[in-house]
């Protein structure tokens, strides 16, 4: 749990390379997710070239940081594979979270950057990573080793909390 309560965005990484086991645990980790009926439905493109990443970076003006990332792992939603009508969004972020938390698990740092539904974001990485019109660009994740510390006090809202009823 303490991946959970110890995650923060980070936003700034070393240059240090991340070993290929190690994306292959954040994959799994995304692909451990929950999903509506066990259907799936994602894809995952992991970008490790600079000039790429640089290219991915001007995605928004909120993304900038993914030209200093090591790598950075785009989250597709696959409607082919998206027989629940539109739950693939919840699978998607479902997947995009746990990535996050194998990530902290395994001392790097990253952050979600939002992509669906901005139209013009997901065209954007369509035709920059060649992505078929059935997939769709949901979450772009730059992951590095950090070079930025975080304070994670508890946002427990007791205000947010309701029992039994309103
Ligand atoms: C759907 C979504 C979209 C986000 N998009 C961006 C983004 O474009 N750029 C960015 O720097 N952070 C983005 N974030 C990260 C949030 O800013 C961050 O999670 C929030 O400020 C809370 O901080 P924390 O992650 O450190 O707890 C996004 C987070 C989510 C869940």
Request: net charge negative; charged share 35%; no cysteine.
């Given at each position: 749990m303490n991946a959970i309560f110890g995650r923060r965005s980070i936003r700034k990484y070393t240059q240090d390379a991340i070993p290929g086991d190690v994306i292959k645990k954040l994959l799994e980790a995304g692909m451990s997710a929950p999903s509506a009926n066990n259907e799936r439905p994602w894809h995952f493109v992991v970008v490790t070239e600079k000039d790429i990443l640089a290219k991915l970076a001007?995605?928004?003006?909120?993304?900038?940081m993914t030209k200093d990332a090591s790598i950075a792992i785009l989250v597709c939603g696959d409607l082919e594979h998206d027989i629940s009508d539109r739950y693939w969004v919840q699978d998607c972020s479902a997947a995009t979270e746990n990535i996050l938390i194998e990530v902290e698990e395994n001392n790097l740092g990253a952050v979600w950057l939002g992509i669906y539904p901005r139209e013009e974001r997901v065209e954007y990485l369509r035709k920059l990573l060649n992505?078929?019109?059935?997939?769709v660009p949901f979450a772009l994740i730059p992951v590095g080793y950090p070079a930025e510390t975080k304070e994670t006090p508890?946002?427990?809202?007791?205000?947010r909390v309701h029992y039994s009823q309103w």
């Open positions: 001007d995605v928004s003006p909120y993304s900038k992505i078929p019109d059935h997939v508890s946002r427990y809202d007791e205000s």
